[in-house]
């Protein structure tokens, strides 16, 4: 079960679920809420409901749908198999996404979002520069076509955070690491970086896939192998 991250639909996995299914196993791609009263709870809410229809799956999170997988496979633990975060991570219990970035950052998001009426548009490659967001891996003609098809995403999926249970230990996590290395991750574990420090429990791993924030995109190929070889059922 594929969950793409902010601004981003069910089709951003159509080349990696293309690639999973021609190995023989079923996917579902989830289509989180872009309405303006969406919120973190609702987006774990859409995953859910997923899960109901689909489950047990190996449950895979893009960016801001690492923290919406975290919180939902803990409350429908018996549907999951294994956990994947790709270039992403948990996120303490009620912590919100803009919490991440550095308070310079978190101000100019806000700002996005009320010159917006309450949704943040896509950033440009130049402001995803600004933020610390890498695009490698796309060409400029790759990211306009993106940028083209992206949602503007709803405030309350940037500003809020997801309830969290107890993790549970005895689920197995991957880190698919794409904008940072494993090593980098490390270094931040052993800090007790909030975003961080969760990882550091036995039941974790790392796969290292060095591209930009979107592999689905950059290397679609590479990450639905890598996915594979994680050896569950996808």
């Known amino acids: 079960m594929l969950v793409p991250g902010f601004w981003l639909g069910a089709w951003a996995w159509d080349a990696v679920a293309a690639e999973l299914r021609a190995a023989g196993h079923e996917v579902h791609a989830v289509e989180p809420g872009h309405e303006p009263e969406a919120t973190a709870e609702s987006h774990v809410e859409d995953v859910l409901q997923a899960l109901e229809k689909a489950g047990p799956a190996v449950l895979v999170g893009h960016s801001g749908g690492g923290p919406v997988c975290a919180a939902a496979a803990e409350r429908a633990r018996e549907r999951v198999t294994r956990l994947v975060f790709v270039d992403t991570g948990p996120l303490p219990d009620g912590v919100a996404q803009v919490e991440f970035n550095p308070p310079e950052a978190q101000e100019w998001i806000r700002s996005r979002i009320a010159e917006h009426d309450g949704v943040q548009p896509m950033p440009t490659r130049a402001e995803f520069a600004r933020l610390g967001t890498s695009t490698e891996g796309l060409d400029d003609e790759a990211f306009a076509a993106l940028h083209a098809r992206a949602l503007a995403e709803p405030a309350g999926a940037i500003l809020t955070g997801a309830r969290r249970a107890t993790p549970d230990p005895s689920l197995p996590k991957t880190v698919v690491a794409c904008s940072f290395t494993e090593a980098q991750a490390r270094e931040l574990i052993a800090a007790g970086v909030p975003a961080f420090a969760e990882m550091a429990g036995p039941e974790w791993s790392f796969a290292e896939l060095p591209t930009g924030h ?21």
């Open 214 to 234: 979107w592999p689905m995109l950059s290397e679609p190929v590479a990450l639905a192998r890598l996915l594979l070889r994680l050896g569950d059922p996808v």
